[in-house]
């Protein structure tokens, strides 16, 4: 699998040949987007956090007093630990910010954890349209701000401290890394945009010729915004789609995924030429044989099984073992 830096991003990305297991299991999967009630898409994603889940040296459930109340955050800690500080990824998950719990992402959190040699922290932020942006935002980077201000206490170094996130998550990462720069800090070692919904993909050709039948639907995706965002909020504030962000200069280094069967495949090309273009240090990979949501796929696709621990090794690299940060709270 080709991986691309910031001088050698494609001009365009697109479709291969759908993975053979990936298409044999798709028309028994849940459905992202699909026209049913919100109840039913949750309970129908429950299938997704079936084990059994690969080994993991401590799965630890934190419940932290956060800006609106009660905010429960799933660590996993690595077999591997030597007593030294690890790195960290705090993790927001995919599911058009209305489906998806930590629950559903058991397994990879587990694959990218042990192979990384980091702790994962999967925030349980709450869903829409129980809860309206910004409320998702302000819980996440609250949990990124508690585990500097608690790295010590966490046994984490606050040097190697990433964000990431896919899909809806991959938003988040995105819109958070623009607001921390914007802010002063945190600084992040590096953010991990996954499929990420960067902005609104109706217009693309992946909008177009991925409408459905690849686990994430386009028109679907049009529920989720109006799951999400109030009806007075800018579409292109960078908080909503951050491709739209009047600079991209400055950020931490980058992974960012995309797949070829997916309607956010381009916006999140698109994304990878922002941050290319401002000169930040980008590791971009593309997969033309997967869909959307293919980190949960990884019991019923070797390929995806393979793709998620290309990301853990990545983020081994950059914030894992004997890798050293840039510094949480500096430029």
């Known amino acids: 699998m080709p991986v691309y830096d910031r001088t050698t991003v494609p001009e365009r990305v697109g479709r291969g040949t759908l993975d053979p297991e990936l298409a044999a299991w798709l028309p028994r999967a849940p459905v992202l987007g699909a026209d049913e009630r919100i109840a039913d898409a949750r309970r129908s994603h429950r299938a997704l956090g079936h084990g059994p889940h690969p080994p993991i ?3 630890r459930t934190l419940v932290l007093d956060g800006p609106h109340g009660s905010l429960p955050v799933r660590a996993h800690d690595p077999r591997q630990a030597t007593g030294a500080p690890r790195g960290a990824l705090v993790y927001l998950h995919g599911g058009g910010w209305t489906v998806g719990t930590p629950d559903e992402f058991e397994t990879p959190m587990r694959l990218l954890a042990e192979h990384a040699g980091i702790t994962t922290y999967a925030v349980d932020y709450r869903l829409a349209p129980e809860a309206k942006y910004p409320v ?3 819980e996440c980077a609250f949990v990124v701000r508690w585990l500097v201000e608690h790295a010590a206490e966490e046994n984490v170094d606050p040097a190697r401290i990433a964000l990431g996130g896919d899909s809806a998550g991959g938003n988040m990462t995105c819109a958070l890394t623009l607001r921390f720069r914007d802010e002063g800090g945190p600084r992040l070692a590096a953010q991990a945009p996954l499929y990420p919904e960067t ?5 693309t ?3 177009s010729e991925n409408r459905c039948g690849h686990y994430l639907e386009t028109a679907g995706i049009l529920l989720f915004a109006w799951n999400y965002l109030p009806h007075d909020v800018d579409l292109r504030d960078p908080s909503v789609s951050p491709l739209h962000a009047d600079s991209h200069a400055d950020l931490p280094p980058a992974l960012l995924v995309t797949t070829g069967f997916d309607p956010l495949r381009d916006v999140g090309h698109a994304y990878a ?4 273009e401002a000169g930040n240090d980008l590791t971009y990979v593309h997969h033309p ?10 019991r019923h696709s070797a390929v995806c099984a393979r793709a998620t621990e290309q990301v853990a090794e990545h983020l081994r690299l950059v914030i894992g073992r004997g890798a050293t940060g840039r510094g949480a709270t500096g430029r």
């Open 136 to 138: 998702q935002l302000e």
């Open 205 to 207: 050709p992946a909008g």
């Open 289 to 298: 044989n997967l869909t959307h949501g293919f980190l949960q796929f990884t």
């Open 273 to 276: 030429w922002a941050l290319a």
């Open 199 to 203: 902005a609104l993909p109706f217009d």
């Open 57 to 59: 040296g401590q799965v």
